[in-house]
């Protein structure tokens, strides 16, 4: 039972386009998000996250949007370069002291 | 140089044999967490530990145990009671246990069963 869905497994997209990825999460508990990027034997890196009590959080190229109402995050990168080709991990924490729970991850590709 | 470092980064174990994970942190973080990654996954909590000398069962913690006696390490154990130890290991720490706090990442160890 999956309480963070990242329904596409990969996502293709040309250099300097727009980037966007998708995330639905399903406990009402949630109240802070996540994005991480991870290449292959590498741990996973911390890109940017939000808070449930804003809609909007913007970090140079990236900008995380949460739509509440729809239990529904995005990850957008504008623009794509080469170097963002990786997997993309959504994660979600509850307000207690455990840790995160995690999406499966989105493989993105940038193509030239 | 801060982060966190884990060892080694490929681990080998014969069935029935524990196997010890290294992790160490030098960010002076109080949190610490140990994540299981499988082929096409996503990341699931094995075990966490919010300050020195405590620990918590993660969602799958069944045929692992950890300790915490110093601030900086958190070893986890594999023992012979986990069935598909095949994986890889994760861990992570955060400045504490509090809400809407980011969890920085080693860069994992990789158990394979001979």
């Known amino acids: 039972d999956q309480q963070v869905k990242q329904n596409s497994p990969s996502l293709s997209v040309q250099e300097g386009r727009i980037s966007i990825l998708n995330c639905d999460y399903t406990?009402?508990?949630?109240?802070?998000f996540l994005w991480y990027k991870k290449y292959p034997a590498e741990g996973p890196t911390f890109l940017i996250s939000?808070?449930?009590?804003?809609d909007k959080n913007e970090d140079g190229r990236f900008t995380v949007f949460l739509n509440k109402s729809a239990k529904h995050l995005s990850l957008h990168i504008v623009p794509s370069q080469p170097g963002d080709s990786a997997v993309y991990f959504c994660a979600a924490k509850g307000g207690g002291a455990d840790g995160l729970t995690f999406g499966k991850g989105t493989h993105l590709i940038i193509q030239p | 140089d801060g982060g966190i470092t884990q060892s080694p980064k490929y681990l080998f174990r014969k069935e029935g044999q524990n196997v010890t994970l290294s992790c160490e942190q030098n960010?002076?973080?109080?949190?610490m967490y140990w994540y299981r990654q499988d082929p096409g996954q996503g990341l699931r909590l094995i075990y966490y530990?919010?300050?020195?000398?405590?620990?918590q069962k993660g969602d799958i913690a069944e045929g692992y145990s950890v300790s915490r006696e110093k601030k900086e390490s958190f070893p986890l154990t594999v023992t012979s009671a986990q069935k598909n130890p095949t994986a890889f290991y994760l861990c992570?720490?955060?400045?504490?246990?509090?809400?809407?706090?980011?969890?920085?990442f080693g860069d994992g160890t990789r158990l394979s069963i001979l």
């Open positions: 992570a720490s955060s400045i504490d246990a509090g809400p809407r706090r980011p969890q920085h």
């Open positions: 939000i808070s449930s009590i804003k």
């Open positions: 960010l002076n973080h109080d949190a």
């Open positions: 406990n009402s508990m949630f109240d802070y």
């Open positions: 530990s919010q300050i020195v000398n405590d620990f």
